[in-house]
């Protein structure tokens, strides 16, 4: 699935929680600065939440880290 649908997918089934702790660590990767959740703890909480499959929730560490995560990891 390309990794701007899954973004979306996030984004849009997302809690309002989860999807503030999204832009926290935007801001916060922009600042490089700040404490706040990782992507990995965003991804779980995404699979959590059923938004992502464990297949999907490698792929989109893939796109938002510099490679995928093997399953294990997540």
Known sequence: MPGQE???RLIVKAPP????AIYTLVRRGR???????SWKEIV??????GI????EGV???GLV??????A???
Do not use: C, K, S
């Not at 779980?44 to 939440?49: G, H, K």
């Open 6 to 8: 899954l973004l979306r």
């Open 17 to 20: 929680d989860l999807v503030a």
């Open 31 to 37: 600042e490089i600065q700040g404490e706040g959740p």
């Open 44 to 49: 779980r909480a995404a699979q959590d939440l």
């Open 52 to 55: 992502f499959t464990a297949e």
């Open 59 to 61: 792929e989109f560490m």
């Open 65 to 70: 880290t510099n490679g995928p995560l093997e």
């Open 72 to 74: 294990p990891h997540l």
